[in-house]
């Protein structure tokens, strides 16, 4: 157990519908990432904050978007969702920016969309 | 251009044997950090070694032990007396400090490589 949390664990819906993906970090951790996985592209970075603030953006479509509470919990939002966007998304923490830092990833939201 | 490289895509392995997963990356920044994530066929990414840029000695976690060369831009995993437990799909991952101007971003992996332990 990694100590990162994300819900749901699954996730089905249909194309053009909305959703959110929940990821709570390790405590302690103050850098949230995202990342999705699929068949096609491999895993990819979307996006990360720090400590509330955006501090790097990777291929993430304009159709995403992500925030971090000041709790620190991230929320990461899917819109129009296509069919392409079927993948297992995960979230990763770790306790500051910088490249040097060991990500840990938490289980993963698979997302369906049918 | 491909910046991590895992050139086997799939690889079988008799139990007790030990095995090494090839790792070649490509970065211009002095300053960046190597990782070997387990993902088995339940989902989870699962982090097993890291290694610096800097790091003289090559990073060793218990059966695993990352086999860096930093001329060659190679940092192989080995596992040691491989178990039936180990068969996942193994992934290399760098993230870059950022030094060369490009600032610093997530980690980007390779394309895996699936490891089966056959008893």
């Known amino acids: 157990d990694s100590g990162v949390t994300q819900t749901p664990k699954h996730l089905i819906t249909a194309t053009g519908q909305r959703v959110t993906l929940r990821c709570s970090p390790r405590s302690g951790d103050l850098s949230v990432y995202w990342y999705q996985q699929s068949l096609d592209q491999g895993l990819q970075f979307l996006i990360q904050?720090?400590?509330?603030?955006?501090?790097a953006k990777g291929n993430i479509l304009e159709r995403f978007s992500a925030q971090q509470f000041p709790d620190l919990h991230s929320e990461l939002n899917l819109s129009s969702l296509e069919l392409g966007d079927s993948a297992l998304y995960f979230c990763?923490?770790?306790?500051?920016?910088?490249?040097?830092?060991?990500?840990?990833f938490g289980p993963g939201t698979r997302l369906t969309v049918l | 251009a491909q910046k991590i490289t895992q050139t086997q895509p799939g690889m079988f392995v008799q139990e007790k044997e030990a095995v090494t997963l090839d790792c070649t990356y490509d970065t211009s920044d002095q300053s960046y950090g190597l990782f070997w994530y387990k993902q088995p066929s339940s989902g989870e990414m699962i982090f097993l070694i890291y290694q610096g840029s800097y790091d003289e000695q090559n990073a060793t976690e218990g059966r695993y032990s990352l086999n860096f060369q930093k001329a060659r831009k190679s940092a192989n995993l080995v596992i040691s007396a491989s178990q039936l437990g180990d068969s996942a799909m193994y992934f290399c991952a760098m993230r870059e400090a950022g030094d060369s101007g490009g600032g610093a971003d997530g980690l980007t992996f390779g394309k895996g490589t699936h490891l089966i332990i056959q008893p």
């Open positions: 990763a923490s770790s306790p500051g920016s910088g490249g040097l830092y060991t990500q840990y």
């Open positions: 904050y720090y400590n509330g603030e955006e501090r």
